[in-house]
């Protein structure tokens, strides 16, 4: 059973920073590929950074130059470090997975950011 834990997400102000965590459990995690979502109320959820097993990173348009996606295979855990946020960073954010052809999901972390 695969199982993701997000944690870290709260209220900032715009310009301000936050770090997500996603810890997972079982020993699949250094040999996948692991991807942040959000959700904003009444949109789709999109990707904003994804990281493969072997390190090499990807991120929205939106997000680039602003977000940091990093892994620490040594304590299952990925991270999402979130600068210069912005009103519209506001969201549940989401830790996906892919183990054997199936999709896992975190319950997701809310990330609210005021003007």
């Known amino acids: 059973q695969v199982q993701l834990v997000e944690s870290g997400g709260g209220l900032v102000q715009a310009g301000g920073s936050l770090r997500l965590s996603c810890a997972a459990s079982?020993?699949?995690?250094?040999?996948?590929?692991v991807a942040w979502y959000r959700q904003a109320p009444g949109k789709q959820r999109e990707l904003v950074a994804s990281?493969?097993?072997?390190?090499?990173?990807n991120y929205a348009e939106s997000v680039k130059a602003r977000f940091t996606i990093s892994r620490d295979n040594t304590k299952n855990t990925v991270y999402l470090q979130m600068n210069t946020l912005k009103p519209e960073d506001t969201a549940v954010y989401y830790c996906n997975t892919r183990v054997y052809m199936k999709d896992y999901w975190g319950q997701g972390t809310q990330v609210t950011v005021s003007s």
């Open positions: 079982g020993t699949f995690f250094s040999n996948s590929d």
């Open positions: 990281i493969t097993s072997s390190g090499i990173t």
